[in-house]
Nanobody, 117 residues
Framework: QVQLVESGGGLVQPGGSLRLSCAAS????????MGWYRQAPRQPRELVAR???????TYAEYAKGRFTVSRDNAKNTADLQMNSLKPEDTAVYYC???????????WGQGTQVTVSS
């Protein structure tokens, strides 16, 4: 079984920063892709950022220049550094792992990010 545990959410002011982390729980595993989706109330879940095991990154347009996704392949961990946060970034952020492709096969439990003054 593969479990992803994420942390780092919280309440920040506009313009502030948060760093989200995602790590394996239990046995080691290898993932082709890791990243985050986010979901605001009454909105569909949307891709925020993704990184493959070769380092190829994909970002939502709103994340470009503000967010940076990285991973440690040996540890199967990933981080999402979020800078210059805006109120519209408020959402539950779910880390994910893709086993063979780019789409999620495993989900973290979600962490609330609230950007408010």
């Amino acid at each position: 079984q593969v479990q992803l545990v994420e942390s780092g959410g919280g309440l920040v002011q506009p313009g502030g920063s948060l760093r989200l982390s995602c790590a394996a729980s239990g046995r080691r595993f290898s993932l082709n892709a890791m990243g985050w989706y986010r979901q605001a109330p009454r909105q569909p879940r949307e891709l925020v950022a993704r990184i493959t095991n070769t380092g190829t990154t994909t970002y939502a347009e709103y994340a470009k220049g503000r967010f940076t996704v990285s991973r440690d392949n040996a540890k199967n961990t990933a981080d999402l550094q979020m800078n210059s946060l805006k109120p519209e970034d408020t959402a539950v952020y779910y880390c994910f792992g893709g086993w063979r492709g780019l789409d999620p096969d495993y989900w973290g439990q979600g962490t609330q990010v609230t950007v408010s003054s």
